[in-house]
């Protein structure tokens, strides 16, 4: 089972050298390659996505990914910043389902933004599409209007578009998916106003028939962004577009207290992923070895689960997680009185141990 590591930049290289810690006592073939990424190979090799960084991660049957960027790369040419190497590998390896999943720990009810009892127990997953919609429709630029409210204005226009069988691809993830948790999926939609997303609900309720076990109910988006903080625990699974998905998973983060616990997996159609924190590369906080590594050792374990069929370690990580936090163990992010802070490498020590 060949891995590439790539950990990237600021806490990037904190954080998955204690995912790689807690991987390699697991006791499986486990083939792991480092490689540079984002700032730190725009720096080694004059680009944030090197030709050898590529072609390992193609090579791979997973990647786990740390963080890129830096305030320091902000005014370099787009094409040469640390987030397009990002959106290199979506694109290059065809990861189209972008899964989160929202999980609240019992001891870190009250990190929350919303009351404990709406959030006890919340367990939820949020599915987004990740390489169409309005992010990478054509066309889209600056030109000058000819029509609309103000003719012979600059104006600037993106495109919102799906087609058929991108809808399809998502939609059978989503239901695969809730066959293995509770069955539930909710389809969030504009079809009130967007013909992209009337044609997303049609699509939708098609593949559900081929799910006839699994609930499907959809909700407009913006519905859905109030049932998420008025009655989190409706949902199970949660499938959507780009980028409605985008803000619904950072609304549902919110949910569960730290962003630093959260990890994420990208999925492409032979189930090699991208496995990352949720979060960014923090540089108000790299180098000082206080960012909660968890985030990425939970993505370690969902690379085990989805990408590795390796259930019963994935499973052997989640446990050890839930068991240092239930041992009062805190990164900074999620301390609160009575529980005891530790640093970075502490935690994944803890892990490990546990
Ligand atoms: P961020 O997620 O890096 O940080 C937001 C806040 O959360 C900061 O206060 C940070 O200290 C805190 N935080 C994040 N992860 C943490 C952890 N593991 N433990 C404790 N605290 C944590 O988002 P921000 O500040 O908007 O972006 C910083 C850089 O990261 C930018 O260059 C941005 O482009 C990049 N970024 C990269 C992503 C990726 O590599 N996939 C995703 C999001 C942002
Ligand atoms: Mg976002």
Redesign the pocket.
């Known amino acids: 089972m060949k891995i590439a590591v790539l950990p990237?930049d600021?806490?990037g290289t904190e954080?998955v050298a204690e995912a790689v810690k807690v991987l390699k006592v697991l006791d499986l073939p486990l083939d792991m390659e480092t490689a540079l990424v984002g700032g730190a190979a725009y720096e080694a090799k004059g680009h944030p996505l090197p030709e050898d960084t590529l072609k390992l991660a193609k090579a791979a049957d997973a990647i786990l990914f740390g963080?890129?960027?830096?305030?320091k790369f902000d005014k370099l040419e787009r094409q040469f910043r640390?987030?397009q190497a990002?959106l290199g590998l979506r694109k290059h390896l065809g990861l189209f389902a972008n899964f989160r999943p929202a999980i609240c720990y019992e001891q870190l009810t009250h990190a929350s933004s919303l009351k404990p009892e709406l959030v006890a127990g919340l367990d939820i997953l949020i599915l987004r599409e990740l390489t169409g919609d309005i992010y990478f429709g054509q066309p889209r630029g600056r030109r000058t209007a000819t029509d609309g409210h103000f003719p012979g204005a600059e104006e600037a226009f993106d495109t919102m578009r799906y087609s058929r069988p991108e809808i399809e691809r998502i939609a059978h993830v989503a239901f695969q998916a809730a066959r293995k948790r509770n069955k539930h999926v909710t389809s969030v939609d504009k079809a009130n106003v967007l013909e992209t997303f009337q044609l997303w609900k049609d699509v939708v309720t098609e593949v559900g028939k081929e799910y006839p076990d699994v609930t499907l109910d959809h909700m407009y988006v913006d519905n859905a962004a109030m049932q998420l903080v008025k009655q989190p625990k409706f949902f199970d699974v949660v499938v959507t577009g780009n980028m409605f998905g985008d803000i619904l998973s950072d609304e549902a983060a919110m949910l569960t207290g730290?962003?630093?616990m959260l990890p994420s997996a990208s999925l492409n159609a032979g189930n090699q992923g991208l496995y990352?924190?949720s979060?960014?590369?923090?540089?108000?906080?790299a180098g000082k070895g206080v960012?909660?590594p968890l985030?990425t050792i939970l993505s370690s374990a969902m690379m085990l689960r989805y990408s590795l069929n390796q259930p019963e370690a994935a499973d052997r990580i989640e446990a050890a997680v839930k068991a240092v936090l239930a041992s009062g163990l805190r990164?900074?992010?999620i301390w609160s009185e009575g529980t005891t802070k530790v640093g970075t490498r502490a935690m994944g020590d803890a892990v490990v141990a546990a």
């Not at 963080?67 to 305030?71: K, L």
């Not at 979060?279 to 906080?285: L, N, Q, R, V, Y």
Request: proline share 10%.
């Open positions: 990237g600021g806490i954080i963080a890129v960027g830096d305030w640390p987030e990002i730290s962003i630093g990352e924190p979060h960014g590369s923090a540089p108000d906080i960012a909660n985030a990164t900074a992010d």
